[in-house]
Nanobody, 131 residues
Framework: QLQLVESGGAWVQVGGSLRLSCSAAGATLARFAIGWFRQVPGKGREPISCISAPTSGSRTNYPDSTKGRFSVSRDDAKNTVFLQMNGLKPDDSAVYYC??????????????????????WGQGTLVTVSS
């Protein structure tokens, strides 16, 4: 029943900023932890951020590749999660996906970014970063 749609992908210059949106339909997004992932051709999906459900504190987590540059937030009144991306690099070029985790598992005080529990995925939005 839950459906996710990403939007906001675009071409941006190196060092630029972009905000992606993950909009939900068919269910209340506040029930879920939301992960952001990206994928380039020939490689698997790389986790880049997560935010837990409000009931577990909307805790956020980032890998070293995005920490300090990317910021995830949620507006559950609008049934939407955002990913603000700053200081973009060519290596950030990828198709970006959001995904939902109904389990909302908390490990070491934060959400997890690699889990079989991310079971609902959007179709992705393309981000291209170049000079």
């Amino acid at each position: 029943q839950l459906q996710l749609v990403e939007s906001g992908g675009a071409w941006v210059q190196v060092g630029g900023s972009l905000r992606l949106s993950c909009s939900a339909a068919g269910a209340t997004l506040a029930r879920f932890a939301i992960g952001w992932f990206r994928q380039v051709p020939g490689k698997g999906r790389e986790p880049i951020s997560c935010i837990s459900a409000p009931t577990s504190g909307s805790r956020t987590n980032y890998p070293d590749s995005t920490k300090g540059r990317f910021s995830v937030s949620r507006d559950d009144a609008k049934n939407t999660v955002f990913l603000q991306m700053n200081g973009l690099k060519p290596d950030d070029s990828a198709v970006y996906y959001c995904a939902a985790d109904a389990t909302d598992w908390i490990v070491n005080g934060t959400c997890i970014m690699t889990s079989q529990d991310y079971t609902v995925w959007g179709q992705g939005t393309l981000v291209t970063v170049s000079s």
